[in-house]
């Protein structure tokens, strides 16, 4: 470029300048999202939980078949209205919910304070669409977790539904909630006013909250959600708390965790997070105990003990929570088949939770045979499924000093090949799950 030519040019790349500075001004207000320091504590906390109980809950609970009743079968709102006298949880005793997501080393709950019914299970002042309002049990659900909660020292994260297929404001409607009986009219203004009302009740009534799990965007993809707007008012109110949203989309601003509906990370099965990536926000995935989210009285394909703890190590070495579901039956009890399973993999979580908790996803990359799972210089080795007798392994960084067997602590041989680390597998035990092997690694130079 010669002198003249950048001298005459200068005004116009001024004006350039300018003009990319005034869209970036008015653009970094909308996506850029500056996380507080709390909240960035808060995601390393999240980070280091790994494992926590979803918990789905309402008034759906009472028929038996799932939180989508209403709109399966379907139930119009004359008729779903008539559920709430029935909700009437004599035996629940959120003590014994926290002391069962303890046990099973769970430390975090996440549960829902609104489905898409849009029944509300905390004491609203904005509707009496709610469950102290309209049930004869006319206690705040989520007020009694959330003081139980906060006694046990166990975080509470509450699950809301952005769909709704109860609020006539909720319009125009969506991919869902044709069949409620609902006036082809509303406000869908009034309806997001409601909404962060809603919200405001929940981080403003209920103590220190650990986030908001967002469900049903994916119901009006295309709508203006006002999404900066709420994130905004919620990290206001309580600047530590976690915004995550089951878009299945990738993450919005102002979003600080980021999950993935019975997928582990980039994982497609399901055919919902079709378009989603894996962020580098914290990560959870979210997972069903037999088939169904709410209470379903038919459904009895449980998973196994073992298979939800290889969910549980899977997701821990692609560097995600777990977020493991129960719907608890009307009666407030949860079902005798969750509580074993709770139970057993409370075992594992005793005996293994070192080789989890405060771990990130591993060096090596994941595989059919197991996963890596690393905290500091500690390399935990996860072997899930592999009949050798050996196993090499890519991606080790820095030397290994040591190999040991956490279940009993001795030695693992070991070799180093070109490229690699070779580990002789110690013989499984019968119905092992995981064979964990913890290598030291040479501490790393600053
Ligand atoms: O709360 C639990 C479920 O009730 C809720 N998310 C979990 C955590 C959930 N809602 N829907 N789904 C799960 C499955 C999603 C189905 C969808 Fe569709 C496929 C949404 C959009 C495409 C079915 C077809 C519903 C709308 C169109």
Same mark, same amino acid.
């Given at each position: 470029m010669n002198a003249h030519f950048r001298f005459r040019s200068v005004s116009f790349a001024a004006a350039i300048v300018c003009a990319?500075?005034?869209?970036?001004?008015?653009?970094?207000?909308?996506?850029?999202?500056?996380?507080?320091?709390?909240?960035l504590r808060a995601r390393v906390w999240f980070q280091d939980a790994k494992f926590g109980l979803f918990i789905h809950w309402g008034v759906y609970s009472v028929l038996g078949d799932g939180e989508w009743i209403m709109e399966t079968r379907p139930i119009n709102r004359t008729g779903y209205a008539k559920l709430p006298a029935f909700f009437n949880p004599t035996k629940f005793d959120p003590a014994a919910w926290v002391t069962l997501a303890k046990a099973a080393g769970m430390k975090y709950i996440t549960i829902t304070s609104k489905h898409h019914d849009g029944f509300a299970m905390f004491n609203s002042k904005l509707t009496d669409w709610n469950v102290v309002a309209r049930t004869p049990y006319g206690k705040d659900v989520i007020g009694m977790l959330a003081a139980e909660c906060h006694k046990q020292g166990i975080k509470l994260f509450v699950y809301h539904s952005q769909l709704d297929w109860h609020s006539q404001d909720y319009f125009p409607r969506g991919r869902?909630?044709?069949?409620?009986?609902?006036?082809?009219?509303?406000?869908?203004?009034?309806?997001?006013?409601?909404?962060?009302g809603q919200l405001r009740e929940l981080f403003t009534n209920y103590g220190e909250l650990g986030g908001v799990w967002f469900d049903g965007m994916w119901d009006k993809p295309d709508a203006d959600w006002h999404l900066e707007r709420t994130y905004a008012m919620i990290?206001?109110?309580?600047?530590?708390?976690?915004?995550?949203?089951?878009?299945?989309?990738?993450?919005?601003?102002?979003?600080?965790?980021?999950?993935?509906?019975?997928?582990? /990370?980039? %994982?497609? $099965? &399901?055919?919902?997070?079709?378009?989603?990536? *894996?962020? @580098? #926000?914290?990560?959870?995935?979210c997972e069903t105990m037999n088939n169904s989210w709410g209470f379903n009285i038919t459904d009895d394909r449980y998973k196994s003990t073992?298979?939800?703890?290889?969910?549980?190590?899977?997701?821990?070495?692609?560097?995600?929570?777990?977020?493991?579901?129960?719907?608890?039956?009307?009666?407030?009890?949860?079902?005798?088949?969750?509580?074993?399973?709770?139970?057993?993999?409370?075992?594992?979580?005793?005996?293994?939770?070192?080789?989890?908790?405060?771990?990130?996803?591993?060096?090596?990359?994941?595989? /059919?045979? %197991?996963? $890596? &799972?690393?905290?500091?210089?500690?390399?935990? *080795?996860? @072997? #899930?499924?592999?009949?050798?007798?050996?196993?090499?392994?890519?991606?080790?960084?820095?030397?290994?000093?040591?190999?040991?067997?956490?279940?009993?602590?001795s030695s693992v041989e070991f070799s180093t090949v070109?490229?690699?680390l070779v580990l002789k597998l110690p013989e499984a035990q019968p119905e092992e799950v995981d064979r964990v092997m913890a290598l030291e690694l040479e501490p790393a130079k600053l």
């Open positions: 990319m500075l005034a869209t970036f001004t008015s653009a970094s207000a909308q996506e850029t999202y500056t996380p507080t320091p709390e909240n869902t909630g044709h069949r409620t009986g609902r006036p082809d009219s509303g406000n869908w203004d009034a309806y997001l006013n409601f909404m962060d990290h206001q109110l309580q600047p530590q708390a976690l915004v995550g949203s089951n878009h299945h989309k990738n993450p919005f601003p102002g979003e600080d965790f980021q999950m993935f509906e019975k997928d582990l /990370p980039g %994982g497609h $099965t &399901t055919g919902f997070n079709a378009e989603q990536g *894996v962020s @580098v #926000l914290p990560l959870e995935t073992a298979d939800l703890i290889r969910y549980l190590v899977r997701a821990a070495g692609m560097n995600a929570n777990f977020l493991l579901n129960v719907g608890p039956m009307p009666n407030g009890e949860i079902q005798p088949e969750f509580v074993q399973r709770l139970t057993e993999i409370g075992k594992w979580t005793k005996q293994y939770g070192d080789s989890i908790y405060g771990a990130r996803g591993g060096p090596v990359a994941a595989g /059919p045979w %197991g996963v $890596t &799972t690393q905290r500091g210089s500690t390399v935990y *080795v996860h @072997v #899930l499924d592999w009949n050798q007798p050996v196993l090499a392994l890519a991606g080790i960084p820095r030397a290994v000093r040591s190999a040991r067997l956490l279940r009993d602590g070109k490229g690699g």
